[in-house]
Structures are given as C-alpha cells and as structure tokens.
C-alpha cells in the first residue's frame, strides 16, 4: 500500500518570504501522480500543483513550484514570495493509475500559517 | 456553474441513528469518493464508486454504506454501527482523461454527535 509522509506538522512564514514544505511517498508504481491541495480555514480543498512521475521538469504553478526526486520518492513544495492568504493547511497526495482506479492518498497535512 | 455539492454543510447525529450526507456532481465525472478527515488525520478514503451501480471499499468502510443509483449521485450513510462519526466529511469526483487526471472536492459536511 502507497503511505505519504508530511514531516511538519506545522511551519510558519513571514510575508514575502520564501518556504518549502517536505513530503515522502512510498511506492512501487513506477507510473503515477503527486499532488498538493491547500484547505484554507473554509475548509474548501483547493488544487494547487500536479506532477506526473514519468515527468522529469518540476511543475511550476505561478508562485508555487515543486521538487521532484523520484529516486527518493520526494516531493517538496516551494512557495514564493509568500502571502498572508497562503495560510492554510497543505496536502501532499499521491495517485496511482492502474486499471482507471484513481484513488488519491493523502499526507496528513502541514499548518502553514504566513504573518504580516 | 458545474461542481460538486454537499449537504447539508452541518448535520447532527443522536446516538443510534444513521443519518445520510448528500453529495451531487454536475461535472459528468465517472468516478466519486468521500473521504473523513479528523484532526491531524489528513484525508482516508471510506468509499469510492467508478461507475453506475458499483462502489468498493476504501480504508475505512466500516460503519458506513453508499448507494451509486445515479451517476450525479454517491450519497454516505453513517450508520449507528459508527461509534465515532464526529468527522469533516468531504466527497469528490474525476473523470478518466488521461494526463488530466485530478480529484475536485466538494465544501464539505461536519458531522457531530448530540
């Protein structure tokens, strides 16, 4: 069974400050897919980033971008230039695709809190 | 606008009852989901149905049942068999296309116990 490893309970940020937020996965699938979502206190899940393993180039979403190293199954992702509204709880997830199951495994989370 | 809905957003349940959450798509997704999150927890998966009339167990199905009679459709009843129900219950869909293969998540239902 796949397990994602979010190291950080919970970090913090000053605004306009650069941070990065660690994740690990465990796998045997040499095909899938790795995520972060953010829920904000709404609690609404947001999609913030999404990387295909058998994609070399880290994927970049505007200020938010990732480390990719599938030899140590790790999955970091950065955000730049930080903002008060990045605060949030952030989810790293990982997908297989076998067979059309699309299960999503989630990481439990790291508290990112951004002060002014 | 297409999405996913969940109601109600708050749900109440005394003990020995079994209450059902409601989750609607109208993003003509194959597949839905619903997951618990509990503090500190993250996400599990309690079910997932990949098309019209059949679902399968995730991690954590006990307590719990699902119905796929519609594909716009994948309600959960939390059964009394749940001796923990008190959870943010959250449902989501995807469509199979490859290389755009992503889950969209509904607002969510926080269940307690009277």
């Known amino acids: 069974a796949q397990t994602v490893t979010q190291s950080q309970p919970e970090m913090s940020v000053q605004e306009a400050e650069t941070v990065t937020l660690s994740c690990t996965y465990d796998?045997?699938?040499?095909?899938?897919?790795l995520f972060w979502y953010k829920q904000p206190p709404s609690r609404q899940m947001i999609l913030v980033i999404r990387?295909?393993?058998?994609?070399?180039q880290n994927a970049t979403e505007n200020r938010f971008s990732v480390n990719f190293q599938k030899a140590a199954k790790s999955f970091s992702l950065k955000i730049s230039d930080s903002q008060l509204g990045d605060t949030a709880m952030y989810f790293c997830?990982?997908?297989?695709?076998?067979?059309?199951?699309?299960?999503?495994?989630f990481g439990k989370g790291t508290k990112l809190t951004v002060n002014p | 606008d297409g999405g996913i809905t969940q109601s109600p957003k708050y749900l109440f349940r005394k003990e020995g009852q079994n209450v059902t959450l409601s989750c609607e798509q109208n993003?003509?997704?194959?597949?839905m989901y619903w997951y618990r999150q509990d503090p500190g927890q993250g996400l599990r998966l309690i079910y997932y149905?990949?098309?019209?009339?059949?679902?399968q167990k995730g991690d954590i199905a006990e307590g719990y049942s699902v119905s796929r009679e519609k594909k716009e459709s994948f309600p959960l009843t939390v059964t009394s068999a749940q001796k923990n129900p008190t959870a943010f219950y959250l449902c989501?869909?995807?469509?199979?296309?490859?290389?755009?293969?992503?889950?969209?998540f509904g607002s969510g239902t926080q269940l307690s116990v009277l």
């Open positions: 997830a990982f997908m297989k695709t076998k067979g059309g199951s699309e299960k999503l495994v």
């Open positions: 796998t045997s699938e040499s095909n899938y897919y």
């Open positions: 149905s990949q098309i019209v009339n059949d679902f």
């Open positions: 990387q295909e393993a058998y994609k070399q």
């Open positions: 989501a869909s995807s469509i199979f296309r490859p290389g755009n293969e992503k889950l969209f």
């Open positions: 993003l003509n997704h194959d597949a």
